[in-house]
């Protein structure tokens, strides 16, 4: 079960944190930044964060081991506080017919494209329970939420994925460029980004266009690819219709995906229901839902199957007490799964938002 | 004796001769025939026009033995760089990336495109006889230039500039060209500068990368190359830093090479010279050497002041003050070698700058 993150989680956010090495940048092991995370998660979940600050922390749940083992975040609006950088990757060709030359350079070009949009960010699971339908129930649940409450959001949705390094945490990217302009490894770089100095790094950056064959062949190579860690994650991201456009981290070149809020398949074919019974659901009959409360202070996302009527949602009662749910409350649905969603309205009423 | 003056197209052979010896890197004398005579043609039009301001006049000066007709060397003036269009190069640049925050100050160089020397002088063309590297001819065809550009300054703009050639190895592979301009271009060196060295540079240029490139990601035998002269261009190059020219500004965006420049006025040829009448009463061979004897004369870069007709030499010339004012004397031969009679004007300038403060006599 996926769930809005609690003051009291943060010790055994700490001991997960310390999983997960260098590269998740917004997640620092450091405490009181995570603490600082909670608070104003905290804050967004009770309405009273100014936009600028809106987090919303998730965390998932092993209810069974009453073990806290994963990390999801939405932030409302990046770079409404500081500067908020990205490369976009352009094109800048050299042409002259009558030297029959056609050179085409892909050119890093500095950009606050991304300033103003939601940003999926910090996922991050224990690596023993990378098996099964965990990862895509961490990644997704944050869809539920955003369906649920989509006018807290912006339309344009970005998640940066971790870009290629090697074991030791070397970058070839930074080694190539950032490394020039600023002396230090890229750990280090990342962990000021981590607890909020991006922006100070990024002023250390390049801000003319980088023609990018100036860099290292391995560099260039890495320009938009995702380091294999994350490639799982690129693909549930995919999935749900999101797309590289163009646009990558600064220190690592890892890419930006992109998709519009209501192009996200999930969100796109999630459908509110009302609760009409609870009694356990044949396997055969459903496919694995998504299934969330419709609580913003105390959201909760799990998977099971249900049915749906015209009168309703019948719910497992494992699944609905994992919701703190019963009959008569509202809840969303979506299969896990993008090719077992129905296209959009089949299941009747999609039902109004929140 | 030797004297300069501008081209005319009987020397046309000889200067082929010339082209052909001339190194890569000297794009303003290409050998080729049909562009030599066009540079000689344009460079006449330019000494006889009436010219009020700066355009695309070229001027194309040859140094020549008077006794034996030989020519052993070249040099030239273009009034105005980049006439009708733009004229490139690369200005060093530091760019600082601090933060207070993170207590940090780097100091990045960059080289950014530009068009800051468009419209600029350039002095273009030096080439000598290697046999007279080591002669004062070199500072004759390089300063006496000058000369010209003080007398006739309506032609000229108010600054100057000069291309100097960059590193490159036997083959003529420039490492700056490697790390730059090939990437855009997917050709050698050599055989851009060929393309470049005839109608317009310009034409290449706009094939250069147009951002900046950030000297950091260069690699090594590159960044050495920025501002980096050939070893074939020290001598004008050092005959121009000895006038002042700066050249820590600029490079030449094929091959790295420094371009230097300055203000006319602030060149040491132009603020020592002085124009001055020539005064034949007492000017013959025996008593000029006679004076330089007497430690009276020295050894001068002298000018007259026309232009078709511009010459120029070296010979000891005495300066003094009669009646019509500031006169200078030297040998009735260097007068006869420079066109000149009695009471007209000429540019004068020490050739060794230590003795500018001339003795000056009374007559």
């Given at each position: ?251 690592d070149a890892g890419p930006a995906l992109e998709s519009n809020l209501e192009d996200i398949d999930a969100i796109k074919k999630s459908s509110s229901q009302v609760v009409q019974a609870l009694s356990v659901v044949a396997e055969a009959s459903s496919a694995v839902m998504l299934i969330s409360n419709a609580r913003m202070s105390d959201f909760r996302v799990g998977l099971g199957r249900c049915i749906v009527t015209s009168d309703g949602v019948t719910l497992d009662p494992d699944v609905a007490q994992a919701l703190d749910i019963t009959v008569g409350d509202a809840v969303r649905l ?21 | ?27 303003s004398l290409p050998p080729d025939r049909d562009r030599l005579i066009d540079k000689i043609t344009n460079s006449r039009y330019a000494f006889a026009d009436e010219v009020d301001i700066p355009g695309e006049e070229s001027y194309f000066f040859v140094l020549e033995n008077a006794a034996t007709g030989e020519i052993v060397g070249t040099s030239g003036i273009a009034a105005a760089a980049g006439f009708h269009d733009r004229f490139y190069s690369y200005r060093n640049e530091i760019i600082v990336h601090a933060s207070q925050e993170l207590k940090v100050s780097n100091k990045i160089h ?254």
């Amino acid at each position: 079960m996926v769930r809005s993150i609690r003051r009291d989680d943060l010790a055994a956010l700490m001991a997960l944190v310390g999983e997960t090495g260098v590269g998740l940048t917004t997640l620092p092991n450091n405490e009181g930044l995570l603490r600082g995370r909670i608070e104003a998660s905290l804050a967004s979940f009770a309405g009273t964060a100014e936009k600028a600050d809106e987090q919303w922390v998730f965390v998932m749940e092993d209810i069974a081991a009453a073990r806290l083992v994963g990390i999801c975040a939405i932030a409302g609006a990046v770079g409404l506080r500081e500067p908020w950088y990205s490369y976009r990757v352009g094109t800048v060709v050299h042409a002259s017919r009558e030297l029959g030359i056609f050179t085409r350079t892909p050119t890093l070009f500095l950009s606050n494209d991304h300033t103003g949009a939601s940003e999926l960010c910090s996922l991050f699971l224990a690596p023993d329970y990378r098996v099964g339908r965990n990862g895509a129930l961490l990644s997704k649940s944050r869809f539920m939420f955003m369906a649920e409450f989509s006018d807290r959001f912006s339309r344009k949705v970005i998640a940066e994925l971790r870009g290629v390094s090697d074991s030791a945490g070397r970058s070839p990217f930074w080694e190539s460029l950032g490394r020039h302009f600023f002396s230090m490894d890229f750990a280090e770089a990342d962990y000021l980004t981590g607890i909020g100095k991006k922006s100070f790094v990024a002023e250390l950056m390049p801000k003319h266009p980088l023609y990018s064959s100036f860099l290292s062949k391995e560099a260039q190579a890495v320009i938009g690819e995702t380091h294999e860690l994350t490639r799982p994650a690129r693909r549930l991201l995919e999935q749900e219709g999101f797309r590289y456009e163009g646009h990558v981290d600064i220190f690592d070149a890892g890419p930006a995906l992109e998709s519009n809020l209501e192009d996200i398949d999930a969100i796109k074919k999630s459908s509110s229901q009302v609760v009409q019974a609870l009694s356990v659901v044949a396997e055969a009959s459903s496919a694995v839902m998504l299934i969330s409360n419709a609580r913003m202070s105390d959201f909760r996302v799990g998977l099971g199957r249900c049915i749906v009527t015209s009168d309703g949602v019948t719910l497992d009662p494992d699944v609905a007490q994992a919701l703190d749910i019963t009959v008569g409350d509202a809840v969303r649905l979506v299969a896990l799964r993008p090719a077992e969603r129905a296209a959009s309205g089949e299941r009747g009423a999609r039902g109004s938002r929140g | 004796m030797f004297v300069l003056r501008p081209a005319e197209l009987t020397d046309l052979p000889q200067i082929e001769a010339i082209a052909a010896k001339s190194a890569i890197g000297i794009t303003s004398l290409p050998p080729d025939r049909d562009r030599l005579i066009d540079k000689i043609t344009n460079s006449r039009y330019a000494f006889a026009d009436e010219v009020d301001i700066p355009g695309e006049e070229s001027y194309f000066f040859v140094l020549e033995n008077a006794a034996t007709g030989e020519i052993v060397g070249t040099s030239g003036i273009a009034a105005a760089a980049g006439f009708h269009d733009r004229f490139y190069s690369y200005r060093n640049e530091i760019i600082v990336h601090a933060s207070q925050e993170l207590k940090v100050s780097n100091k990045i160089h960059a080289l950014h495109l530009c068009h800051d020397l468009t419209g600029f002088s350039l002095l273009t063309s030096f080439f000598i006889d290697p046999a007279f590297a080591d002669s004062d001819l070199p500072q004759l065809l390089s300063r006496a230039r000058l000369l010209y550009v003080a007398e006739q300054r309506h032609r000229f703009a108010d600054k100057l500039a000069a291309e100097n050639p960059g590193v490159c190895d036997a083959e003529g592979r420039s490492p700056f060209w490697n790390a730059v301009g090939r990437r855009f271009f997917n050709m050698d060196y050599p055989q851009a500068e060929q393309l470049s060295g005839g109608r317009s540079k310009t034409f290449i240029a706009e094939l250069m990368p147009q951002y900046p490139i950030y000297v950091p990601l260069l690699p090594a035998a590159a960044k050495l190359a920025i501002g980096q002269l050939h070893p074939d261009g020290e001598l004008p190059f050092s005959i121009l830093m000895d006038e002042g020219f700066e050249a820590d500004t600029y490079v030449d965006i094929f091959d790295g090479g420094p371009t230097v420049e300055a203000r006319v006025e602030t060149l040491r040829t132009v603020r020592l010279q002085r124009r001055v009448t020539f005064s034949a009463r007492i000017a013959d061979l025996t008593e000029a050497i006679e004076a330089a004897e007497a430690g009276e004369a020295v050894l001068s870069i002298i000018a007259n002041t026309k232009s078709e007709g511009f010459r120029a030499t070296i010979a000891p010339a005495v300066f003094g003050v009669a009646a019509e004012g500031s006169c200078v004397k030297f040998s009735r031969e260097t007068a006869l070698l420079i066109n000149i009679d009695d009471g007209d004007a000429v540019r004068v300038v020490a050739l060794d700058p230590e003795s500018h403060h001339l003795t000056v006599a009374s007559w």
